[in-house]
């Protein structure tokens, strides 16, 4: 779980993402999940930068551009993880692998998600020019 959390505050994030994975699974939005979940923080500095990823997303801001301003807290393989869910329509699904510490090879699953939208595109293409 180490290489996936920063080790000091890896049982914050690991409980802040499975709430957060809950939350998203409900249907609540991003703001309302994050002003949530920054609220039953204990620590003031893990609270203050969820504060600031929520300010941040309000201000038009991608998730994931938002959690990497924070890298105290949400280091570069998390972040990424979290941008494959967002440009996948998957990030609920992403957040519950996060928080149940598995490792997401990124590059591997962004070339099957860009597999999928050619393979997608390109039948849309097809069907665009069919002669029927």
Not at 67 to 84: I, M, T
Not at 102 to 126: F, M, P, S, W
Request: one cysteine or more.
């Amino acid at each position: 779980m180490s290489s996936m959390f920063n080790d000091a505050t890896a049982t914050e994030v690991v409980v802040f993402t499975r709430g957060f994975a809950q939350l998203v699974k409900e249907g609540q939005s991003l703001v309302r999940s994050l002003l949530a979940l920054g609220n039953q923080q204990s620590n003031p500095s893990f609270c203050e930068a969820i504060e600031k990823i929520n300010q941040e997303v309000q201000e038009g801001q991608t998730l994931s551009r938002a959690l990497s301003h924070q890298p105290l807290f949400f280091n570069e393989n998390y972040v990424k993880a979290v941008r494959l869910g967002e440009v996948s329509a998957e990030l609920e699904i992403v957040l519950q692998r996060l928080a149940a510490g598995e490792e997401i090879d990124v590059d591997a699953e962004t070339e099957t998600v860009l597999q999928r939208l050619a393979k997608a595109a390109y039948k849309g293409h097809q069907q665009g020019h069919s002669t029927d």
